[in-house]
Antibody, heavy 120, light 107 residues
C-alpha cells in the first residue's frame, strides 16, 4: 500500500524555523517527483514546492522562495521541507503528495497533513 | 502564473440530481488538469487526471471534460458522500496552481 506520513509540525514563533518530514512507503520513492501543498485554516489549497526524483529540479511558490528549501533522501524514502523566517501567513496544514504517475503529474496520493502554527 | 477560476463558489444540489462544476484557466493547460475532492478534516483525494480520466476506484458518476482553458466536472446522481469541496489544478506550467474550490452542499 502506498503511504505518505508527514511529521514535524507544531507551534513556532514568527521568524523561527521548522523542518517538516514526509515518510514514504509502498513504492519506489526515487522514481517519483514529490510535492508540498498547504492549506491555511478555512482556505483553499496552495502549492508550495516540488522536487524531482533525483533532486535535479526544485520549484517554489513565490510566497516561500528564499525562505523554504525542499529536499529528499532517497535512501531513507523521505521528503523534507526546511522552513525559515516563518510568518503568520505560513500557518497551515502542510501536505506532502506524490505525483500520480511518473509521466502523469497530478498529485496522488496525499499524506494526512501536519499543522504548522506561526504565532507569538 | 496561470490563474485558475472555479465557478460557482457554492453549489446547492438535492441528492440524486446532477452537479456541474466549472474550471477556467487563464491560458491553455492542454489536458494537464486534475480534479480533487476534499471532505472536512481529510486530505484531498484525486478524482480526475488528464482532464477526463478517472482515478482507480472513483465512481463512474464522476466525469471530467475539456481541454485548453475550459473544463467541467459533472457528478451525475449526487449521493450523500459526494457533498464536499472540489478543487481543480493545472500541472502544465510552474507554478502549479489550484482553483479556489467549489463547495457542493445539500439543497
Amino acid at each position: 500500500e502506498v503511504q505518505l506520513v508527514e511529521s514535524g509540525g507544531g507551534l513556532v514563533r514568527p521568524g523561527g524555523s521548522l523542518t517538516l518530514s514526509c515518510a514514504a512507503s509502498g513504492f519506489t520513492f526515487s522514481s517519483y517527483s514529490m510535492n508540498w501543498v498547504r492549506q491555511a485554516p478555512g482556505k483553499g489549497l496552495e502549492w508550495v514546492s516540488s522536487i524531482s526524483g533525483s533532486s535535479g529540479y526544485m520549484y517554489y511558490a513565490d510566497s516561500v522562495k528564499g525562505r523554504f528549501t525542499i529536499s529528499r533522501d532517497n535512501a531513507k524514502n523521505s521528503l523534507y521541507l526546511q522552513m525559515n523566517g516563518l510568518r503568520a501567513e505560513d500557518t497551515a496544514v502542510y501536505y506532502c503528495a506524490r505525483v500520480f504517475l511518473v509521466l502523469e503529474l497530478a498529485f496522488d496520493p496525499w499524506g494526512q497533513g501536519t499543522l504548522v502554527t506561526v504565532s507569538s | 502564473e496561470i490563474v485558475i477560476t472555479q465557478s460557482p463558489a457554492t453549489l446547492s444540489v438535492s441528492p440524486g440530481e446532477r452537479a456541474t462544476l466549472s474550471c477556467r484557466a487563464s491560458q491553455s493547460v492542454s489536458s494537464d488538469l486534475a480534479w480533487y475532492q476534499q471532505k472536512p478534516g481529510q486530505a484531498p483525494r484525486l478524482l480526475i487526471y488528464g482532464a477526463s480520466a478517472r482515478d482507480t476506484g472513483v465512481p463512474a458518476r464522476f466525469s471530467g471534460r475539456g481541454s485548453g482553458t475550459e473544463f467541467t466536472l459533472t457528478i451525475s446522481g449526487l449521493q450523500s458522500e459526494d457533498f464536499a469541496v472540489y478543487y481543480c489544478q493545472q500541472y502544465n506550467n510552474w507554478p502549479r496552481t489550484f482553483g479556489q474550490g467549489t463547495k457542493v452542499e445539500i439543497k
